[in-house]
């Protein structure tokens, strides 16, 4: 059995612990919000917070997790009014929005550690891939997530 605290949950699974985390937040645990995009850590549409880190969790097996704390797009705050799922919505940046939870999951893990980014350091920081291309609404949200936080 694996002991695995998910946005302030503690659960309780019999699961092999080389499965990778997306799949045990998906099919075990329900949490759909967490995508899959290529499974080898290269979109990011699989981003979660791991203590307050950004990780690819396609590539994260959940038997590595140990003691840290896991928190999904569904944990970052229950009616969408976390600063960063605010400034995504009044930029537009979703176009058909699948890699939408894990650009807010790496848009928030940056604001925490840089609160006042610049565009490069957005640009080095978030590596997650948009296939539609919104990079441009991308940065403009995180820096009105960055002003929604100061404020």
């Known amino acids: 059995m694996l002991k695995l605290t998910v946005n ?5 699974l019999d699961i092999e612990p080389e ?11 329900g949490l759909t919000g ?6 080898i850590a290269q979109c990011g549409a699989c981003t979660v917070h791991v203590d307050g880190e950004a990780m690819r969790s396609c590539s994260l097996a959940v038997g590595d997790v140990g ?7 569904e944990g970052l705050s229950a009616d969408g009014s976390h600063p ?20 807010i999951m790496a848009a928030t ?7 006042a980014p610049s565009d490069a350091e957005i640009d080095d920081a978030i590596t ?7 990079y441009p609404r991308l940065r403009a949200a995180i820096h009105r997530a960055a002003a929604l936080m100061k404020a």
Do not use: M
């Open 8 to 12: 302030g949950q503690q659960h309780e």
């Open 19 to 29: 499965t990778p985390l997306l799949w045990v937040l998906r099919d075990e645990l």
């Open 34 to 39: 967490t995508k899959f995009g290529c499974g």
């Open 67 to 73: 003691d840290a704390k896991i928190t999904t797009i």
């Open 84 to 103: 960063v799922q605010v400034a995504w919505v009044v930029e537009d940046v979703p176009q058909c929005g699948y890699c939408q939870s894990g650009q």
């Open 109 to 115: 893990a940056l604001l925490r550690g840089t609160p």
């Open 128 to 134: 997650n891939i948009c296939r539609c291309g919104t």
